[in-house]
Structures are given as structure tokens and as C-alpha cells.
């Protein structure tokens, strides 16, 4: 069955530094979508991606993040300049088109000291 | 999107069947019900949706009142490896693309 994965799926970094996360969706889904878990909150979403730009992006989503579809298959998130507050789980989805059901990866741990 | 009401936690014993409710009296027409679950900090895991119509797959069943205002997921013979929190979430067609999450039920399968 296909699935999402995601690479790394931990990540320490230095605030200030910038991280990619990056995220193979399942391969004819044309909708993507990045998610965060701050340790013991709510899944939050983050941003939807289609067409090579963004659909719909939520408050959290400042100019500090960036998506991107640099190849065919890989689909990352880009945070400029880390802050402590950037530590959480970060999830990728994709679904095969807009409204469909949403399919996730595993997530990345992000660890910002 | 209309907004859910979901038991902070529920237990059940292994084998029996486990229905976790939810509550969504201002759902509209055209609102989808959607499960997920969240097996200890996983990437949430798609279960079942349904509109009006009780559905049923290899993994649950869904059971929508006929007024829709609230629904019923079943389990129907729990395994330990389905403790896990399940989140309950109504999504229109044509709505915002994130799904919202809230805080789901812990259901915890004993022994």
C-alpha cells in the first residue's frame, strides 16, 4: 500500500539555523499538506501545496516557512531561522485531489536547542 | 467546519468491541465525518468517513444518526495495538483545506 514518508525523522538543530524537512507524498496524490504537534497539543495544519504553489496557509505559517516541490516526487518545508518555539512534530499529507481524504507520514521530531 | 465534542478518554477490554462517540450538532449538509487516530506521537492515521450512510471498512465501522448531529466509531473486537487517541473531525466540501483537529479520545484497550 502506498504511503507517505518523511526524512529526517529527527532533526536537532541550533536556533537561528534553517532546516528543510522533506516529504515524498504518495505518487499520483496532487495535494499536499504540512502539519505541526507541539509535544502534547493539537495537531495544527500549517499549509496546503498544489499546482507548485500554495493553496491555503494557516497564522502559524509567517515568513520564517517556504514549501516547495523541487523535483517530482519530494515535497519539503523550509524554516529560515529556527526559534525554540519551532520544536514539534512535523507532519506531511497528501491527498489525490483537494477534499479528498488526507493521508500522512510519520512525521519528523524537530528539536530546536 | 462544525465542531466536535469528544469524551477526553475511554477504556476497553481487549476483544470487546470499542465505540467511541462524537458529538457534531451543527454539522451541515454538505459535512463530512471523518476518523483518525494517533498511535503515540505517529502521524495520524486515517480510519473511515462517512456522509449520512453508515459505512464500514476492514478497519471500523461508522455509524451516523439519522439527524447527523452525532456519530459512533466501532472497533469491533479491540486490540491492544489500538490504543491510541482518535480524533473525531467534521469537513465540508469546498471547505478550508486543513483539517482541524481537536483534542480526540484516548482510548486505551486493557488487557
Known amino acids: 500500500e502506498p504511503e507517505v514518508t518523511q526524512t529526517p525523522s529527527h532533526q536537532v538543530t541550533q536556533m537561528g539555523q534553517e532546516v528543510i524537512l522533506r516529504c515524498v507524498p504518495i505518487s499520483n496524490h496532487l495535494y499536499f499538506y504540512w502539519y505541526r504537534q507541539i509535544l502534547g497539543q493539537k495537531v495544527e495544519f500549517l499549509v496546503s501545496f498544489y499546482n507548485n504553489e500554495i493553496s491555503e496557509k494557516s497564522e502559524i505559517f509567517d515568513d520564517q516557512f517556504s514549501v516547495e516541490r523541487p523535483d517530482g516526487s519530494n515535497f519539503t518545508l523550509k524554516i529560515r531561522s529556527t526559534k525554540l518555539e519551532d520544536s514539534a512534530m512535523y507532519f506531511c499529507?497528501?491527498?489525490?485531489?483537494?477534499?479528498?481524504?488526507?493521508?500522512f507520514g510519520p512525521g519528523t521530531r524537530l528539536l530546536v536547542l | 467546519d462544525a465542531k466536535t465534542t469528544q469524551p477526553p478518554s475511554m477504556d476497553c477490554a481487549e476483544g470487546r468491541a470499542a465505540n467511541l462517540p462524537c458529538n457534531h450538532s451543527?454539522?451541515?449538509?454538505?459535512?463530512?465525518v471523518y476518523w483518525y487516530r494517533q498511535i503515540h506521537s505517529q502521524g495520524p492515521q486515517y480510519i473511515i468517513h462517512g456522509l449520512k450512510n453508515n459505512e464500514t471498512n476492514e478497519m471500523a465501522s461508522l455509524i451516523i444518526t439519522e439527524d447527523r448531529k452525532s456519530s459512533t466509531l466501532i472497533l469491533p473486537h479491540a486490540t491492544l495495538r489500538d490504543t491510541a487517541v482518535y480524533y473525531c473531525i467534521v469537513r465540508a466540501r469546498g471547505g478550508a483545506d486543513g483539517l482541524t483537529f481537536g483534542k480526540g479520545t484516548h482510548l486505551i484497550i486493557q488487557p
Open positions: 499529507a497528501s491527498s489525490r485531489i483537494r477534499q479528498e481524504t488526507q493521508y
Open positions: 451543527t454539522i451541515s449538509g454538505n459535512e463530512y
